[in-house]
Each structure stands twice: as structure tokens, then as C-alpha cells.
């Protein structure tokens, strides 16, 4: 099975001949380190040649480089990688033995300083015609591909042009929904945001009026309290005792309006010291029987002032008693 072959096909100047261009074609295999075939032509005349496998390895040994390097330095000077470049120079010398025969060098340049990538020696070509041929057609074919290339990639760029335009018409569409959306939900938003407000307005307005109204009750309680608190003591200086009520009811008749008559046994008995002293307000209620239960000393300090003039006054009419027996 015949493998495919690959051409590259370039134009190229001489250091030896200034401004006389040669039409350099370079045809391989699998690539340049498996050898390769060069054609040059003038125009008028072809010179044709062939690089071998070791030659290029030798090469390679001689510059000091790996193999892969080195086919790549090969590919960009023959090739040029598809462009033009000035970085390698070429060169035509006639080999004075043979007329026919000519040693084509291909150099690289790195500031002013040449090094050697390799050579080939380039044996005239008896029917140039079939070559130059050749070459037309190869360039044409290039053309055509190119121009078939150029037509694809501008068809590629027309549709992406066009899906271009359509995107930036529906992100502007999107834009646009984005915005109104953002408006409604900042409306939205602007909206319960107020209503909170207010709520919160509400809840604080009512919350300070029952602070206010427990402070107005506790202090209402307050005063109540006191008040009450002061009552009974007031009470016990505005009451009177049962003595009192009596007396007045019963006034003592004097002794200067008509002679005075003694008590007798049953009238001492009915004004003896038991007699009934209302307790004062939150006393303990065994204070009464205290009072009738205790000793003559206890009951003498426990009495009040009303209570000690009537037992003085229940004293001095015993005497008097016992003086009138």
C-alpha cells in the first residue's frame, strides 16, 4: 500500500545569487527524519535531489541535537512551518567536476552567526517542463484548497456572526426582563419592608402604653395601701371604750344637788372591773381573755387611762361603803 505523500511547496532567495528567486518543493513521507525529497527550480531549469534517513541522523549527531529536535529546526527552514521567515538562509554552489550537479545548504541565523543544518546535493532534471508542471499544479490545488478553507471559515464566521447578533439580542432581552424583575421585587420589598415598619411602630406604641398602665396600677396599690395602713391608728384615738358610751348615756348625778347615797353590794358587783374592753383593730383575739384572767398587777398595767379612773373611782366608793357600815 503506496502512502500518502506530503508536498510543501515555497518560494525562496539564495545568498549567493541576490534577488534571483527559486521555487524550492519539499516532499517526505512520515516526516523529514525518514528522509525527504527536495526540487528546485528557477523557473527555466529543475534541479532535483534526496536526503536519506542517516544522513539526517548523522546531521543530527554532528550539530550535538536530539533527532526531534532537529527535524523540527528541518521542517522550519524547508517549510517554513507555512510562513516566511528569515532566520535560515540558503545557498547554490556549482561543483566544478560536473557541470549538472549542484550542492544546495541550508543554514540557521542567530545573530549574524550561521550554523549548518544540512545539505543536498541537486542533479539536473532533463524534462524541467513536467516538474515546472507539476508545480503549477500543486500550487493552484494549494490555492483552491486555501480558497475552499478561506470560504469555509468565512461562512463559520458569518454564522457565528449571526449567533453573535442573536445572543446579544436575547441577553438584551434578558437584561431587560432582569431589570423590571428587580424593580417589582424592590417595589415588593419596599412595601412589606413599610408594613413591617409599621407593625413594629404599632407594637412598640402598645407595649409602652401597658408598661404605663402596670406602672399606674402598681403605683394606684401603692397608695391604697398606705392608706389603709394609717387608718386603723386613727381609729384607735377617735374610738371610745364602753366605759365611755355608758357614762355618757348615764351621766354620775353631783353631790350638791341632793345627798349622796352610797352604792350598794349588788350596784359594786355590776361595776366590777369585768367589764367588756373592745380589742383595737389586728390585736390577737385572746388579749380580752388575757386581760379578765390575769393577776391584779397584770391588769392594772395592761389598763388604759379611761380604765384606771374608773377602777380608781370603784375604789374610793368601796370605801366609802365600808366607812358607812
Known amino acids: 500500500m503506496q502512502m500518502r505523500m506530503d508536498t510543501s511547496l515555497r518560494r525562496i532567495e539564495v545568498s549567493s545569487e541576490p534577488g534571483k528567486i527559486y521555487f524550492l518543493r519539499v516532499t517526505w513521507e512520515e516526516d523529514l527524519g525518514s528522509g525527504f525529497s527536495v526540487d528546485l527550480c528557477d523557473g527555466q531549469s529543475v534541479w532535483r535531489g534526496k536526503v536519506s534517513e542517516e544522513e539526517v541522523s548523522?546531521?543530527?549527531?554532528?550539530?550535538?541535537?536530539?533527532?526531534?529536535?532537529?527535524?523540527?529546526?528541518?521542517?522550519?527552514?524547508?517549510?517554513?512551518?507555512?510562513?516566511?521567515?528569515?532566520?535560515?538562509?540558503?545557498?547554490?554552489?556549482?561543483?566544478?567536476?560536473?557541470?549538472?550537479?549542484?550542492?544546495?545548504?541550508?543554514?540557521?541565523?542567530?545573530?549574524?552567526?550561521?550554523f549548518k543544518l544540512g545539505s543536498a546535493e541537486l542533479h539536473t532534471i532533463s524534462k524541467p517542463i513536467e516538474v515546472i508542471k507539476e508545480l503549477i499544479n500543486h500550487g493552484l490545488d494549494r490555492s483552491s484548497e486555501l480558497r475552499a478553507r478561506n470560504e469555509h471559515l468565512l461562512g463559520e464566521n458569518e454564522r457565528l456572526g449571526r449567533e453573535r447578533d442573536y445572543v446579544t439580542e436575547e441577553l438584551k432581552k434578558y437584561v431587560q426582563a432582569k431589570e423590571v424583575l428587580e424593580q417589582d421585587l424592590y417595589t415588593r420589598f419596599v412595601l412589606v419592608l413599610n408594613e413591617k415598619k409599621a407593625k413594629i411602630r404599632n407594637l412598640q406604641e402598645k407595649l409602652k402604653q401597658a408598661q404605663e398602665e402596670v406602672e399606674s396600677e402598681l403605683q394606684h396599690r401603692g397608695d391604697t395601701s398606705t392608706v389603709e395602713s394609717k387608718a386603723p391608728a386613727e381609729q384607735d384615738y377617735e374610738g371610745s371604750t364602753d366605759e365611755e358610751s355608758i357614762e355618757n348615756e348615764n351621766p354620775r348625778p353631783s353631790t350638791s344637788?341632793?345627798?349622796?347615797?352610797?352604792?350598794?353590794?349588788?350596784?359594786?358587783?355590776?361595776?366590777?372591773?369585768?367589764?367588756?374592753?373592745?380589742?383595737?383593730?389586728?390585736a390577737p383575739q385572746t388579749q380580752k381573755t388575757s386581760?379578765?384572767?390575769?393577776?391584779?398587777?397584770?391588769?392594772?398595767?395592761?389598763?388604759?387611762?379611761?380604765?384606771?379612773?374608773?377602777?380608781?373611782?370603784?375604789?374610793?366608793?368601796?370605801?366609802?361603803?365600808?366607812?358607812?357600815?
Open 58 to 114: 548523522k546531521e543530527a549527531q554532528e550539530m550535538e541535537m536530539k533527532r526531534d529536535i532537529y527535524v523540527d529546526e528541518l521542517c522550519q527552514a524547508l517549510t517554513a512551518g507555512g510562513k516566511q521567515t528569515n532566520n535560515y538562509s540558503f545557498d547554490l554552489s556549482k561543483d566544478p567536476a560536473d557541470s549538472h550537479t549542484l550542492h544546495f545548504s541550508y543554514e540557521k541565523v542567530l545573530k549574524d552567526v550561521f
Open 257 to 282: 344637788a341632793r345627798g349622796w347615797d352610797p352604792p350598794s353590794r349588788n350596784q359594786v358587783a355590776a361595776i366590777s372591773p369585768q367589764r367588756n374592753l373592745q380589742p383595737q383593730p389586728g
Open 291 to 325: 386581760l379578765m384572767t390575769s393577776s391584779p398587777q397584770c391588769l392594772w398595767h395592761n389598763l388604759t387611762v379611761p380604765d384606771c379612773f374608773v377602777v380608781k373611782y370603784i375604789h374610793v366608793v368601796g370605801l366609802f361603803f365600808l366607812y358607812d357600815r
